[in-house]
């Protein structure tokens, strides 16, 4: 059955005339499957992946996640995660707090959670910074701990917006391949959004391009 179905959906925002950011777009994500959402700044990308994980209602149109409407379902019950172009760690909290951060919230007993999150550190690359706070580290480091955070309570699907765009050339090119090769480790199915076609190629198994608001 297919993962994520996304069914002719439409996002406006008031305005005289009101913005149509997503014109009714829909998409298919099978489960596993990483799917990258290319287009130039502005022609909805981040609207339609809010649409997705819950953060923007749709004007018209539905999201389900095998069979099961979501369209109504609020943003902390869908089981998506979600990483930002800037990361946005906790300041206040070390590397593995961050990580933990998930799990807590579900209230995964503390042992388990301490698996976790070494395991997920380790995926990542970051073993031995538990206890770094976040701000000391680089950019790529950052955004290696938002990756192991949203993983933490095995999303089922993760979104992330632009995650590596905040990055200088070299290490958005370095870190693509490792985004990659983590969220193939964690099976999850994913949806990247990025105005980068490098990135989309060596990240995504699958690419679709959006303008103005439509898929092309
Ligand atoms: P992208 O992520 O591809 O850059 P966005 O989804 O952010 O595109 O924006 C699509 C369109 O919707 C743009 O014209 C943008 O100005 C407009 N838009 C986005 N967010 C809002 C908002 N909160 N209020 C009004 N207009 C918005
Ligand atoms: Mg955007």
Known sequence: MTGLDVRDVTVTYPGRPPVVAVDSVSLTVERG??????????????SLLGAIIGTVPPASGAVHWEGEDLTAMPVHRRQFGMVFQDGQLFPHRTVAGNVSF???????????????????????????YEERPVTDLSG???????????????????????PLSSLDASLRARLAGEVKSILLA????????????DEAASIAHRVVQMEDGRLL
């Open 140 to 162: 790529g480091q950052r955004q290696r701990v938002a990756l192991a955070r949203s993983l933490a309570p095995r999303p089922r699907l993760l979104a992330l917006d632009e």
């Open 186 to 197: 964690a099976g999850t199915t994913a949806i990247l959004v990025t105005h980068d076609p």
């Open 102 to 128: 998930g799990l807590e919230m579900q209230r995964t007993p503390a042992a388990e959670r301490e698996e976790r999150v070494a395991g997920l550190l380790e995926m990542v690359g970051l073993t031995g």
């Open 33 to 46: 499957e990483i799917l990258a959402l290319l287009g130039p700044s502005g022609c909805g990308k981040s």
